[in-house]
């Protein structure tokens, strides 16, 4: 079965540090992986997805997540937080099992990204 | 604003009860996921609907059913309600029901049964 840890739920940088948001995936096959986000109040929204084209992916907001197989990691970076960067970011995996991908996701249990001026 | 649009944003009910939450997905969209957020479960998959259709089963409750109807909105109907049926509950749509397609959330509606 698949699933997805996120190491930490709180992560707290300052405005300009470097964003470092880690996930691990377990999956028996070959994963599609994703990075949403949530601002207080409002729905998901989606940051970036890996469906095994290149490892290095870029995503809005200036995000970008590599995925490492040989690690199970596909952990979210970005160069300079900006204040705007605060909310929760959720990992999620999707497995295409037996040649159907149904497109259900199965998240991490979040991680709220604190920045400070 | 994702086009994904859910009714009622909160709903506050007493056990034993039962809701009804609607979801109207983008324009075009076919497929239609129902997510629970709770702070014991998390994020959860529910069920999946395509153009009508239960496509996936998830973690859902034999007290939950849903149903896609034929303009493509879709209803969560929650019985027998209790305290721990508390949570956030997502809609999220996208144009075909696989991995490939994007999916869009809606904003939620907050349930609270007390």
């Known amino acids: 079965a698949q699933s997805v840890t996120q190491l930490g739920s709180h992560v707290s940088v300052s405005e300009g540090a470097l964003v470092l948001l880690r996930c691990n995936y377990s999956s028996s096959v070959p994963p599609y992986l994703f990075w949403y986000v949530q601002y207080p109040n409002q729905g998901l929204q989606l940051l970036l997805k890996y469906t095994s084209a290149a490892t290095l992916v870029k995503g809005i907001n200036g995000f970008e997540a590599e995925f490492k197989k040989s690690e199970t990691s596909f952990h979210l970076t970005k160069p300079s937080a900006h204040m705007s960067d605060a909310a929760e970011y959720f990992c999620a995996v999707s497995e295409v099992a037996g040649g159907t991908s149904y497109g259900k996701l199965t998240f991490g249990q979040g991680t709220i990204l604190t920045v400070h001026p | 604003d994702s086009g994904v649009t859910q009714t009622p944003k909160h709903l506050i009910t007493a056990t034993g009860q039962r809701v009804t939450l609607r979801c109207s997905p983008r324009?075009?969209?076919?497929?239609v996921y129902w997510y629970q957020q709770s702070l014991d479960q998390g994020l959860q998959f529910l069920i999946q609907?395509?153009?009508?259709?239960?496509?996936a089963k998830g973690n859902i409750l034999e007290r939950f059913s849903a149903q896609q109807f034929p303009d493509l909105h879709s209803e969560l109907n929650l019985s027998s309600l209790e305290l721990g049926d508390s949570a956030l509950y997502f809609c999220?749509?996208?144009?075909?029901?696989?991995?490939?397609?994007?999916?869009?959330f809606g904003p939620g509606t907050r349930l609270t049964v007390t």
């Open positions: 609907y395509y153009n009508g259709e239960e496509r």
């Open positions: 999220a749509s996208s144009l075909r029901p696989t991995v490939t397609y994007e999916q869009y």
């Open positions: 324009s075009g969209d076919l497929s």
